[in-house]
Nanobody, 124 residues
Framework: QVQLVESGGGLVQAGDSLRLSCAASGRTVSSYGMGWFRQVPGKERAFVAVMNWNGAVTKYADSVKGRFTISRDNAKNMVYLQMNSLKPEDTAVYYC?????????????????WGQGTQVTVSS
């Protein structure tokens, strides 16, 4: 199994930047797809950014395209989400997830392993 721990969230003002980190342990995730999803109370977990196993394919939700960047460091078994020009509507709990089949899928139900999430709050 894979354990995932997110960090880097916090309270920021609109226009600020944050970098979220996801530390994986238990096994190497270099052959897995990785995703970032977010969720607000009362709504379904939503796709934010995903990357296939070798980084050749990345996908972003329209709402974050041009502002967020997903990346990975296989040597460190880490995945990152750089978040720039944050908006109040970005406020959510952010989760990283593993797709053991290595694809860049955008549906949260396709992912097998999840972290506990990190809160991002953006004030106006």
């Amino acid at each position: 199994q894979v354990q995932l721990v997110e960090s880097g969230g916090g309270l920021v003002q609109a226009g600020d930047s944050l970098r979220l980190s996801c530390a994986a342990s238990g096994r190497t995730v270099s052959s897995y797809g990785m995703g970032w999803f977010r969720q607000v109370p009362g709504k379904e977990r939503a796709f934010v950014a995903v990357m296939n196993w070798n980084g050749a394919v990345t996908k972003y939700a329209d709402s974050v395209k041009g502002r967020f960047t997903i990346s990975r460091d296989n040597a460190k078994n880490m995945v990152y989400l750089q978040m720039n020009s944050l908006k109040p509507e970005d406020t959510a709990v952010y989760y990283c997830a593993v797709d053991k089949y290595g694809y860049s899928r955008t549906t949260w139900r396709e992912y097998e392993y999840w972290g506990q999430g990190t809160q991002v709050t953006v004030s106006s």
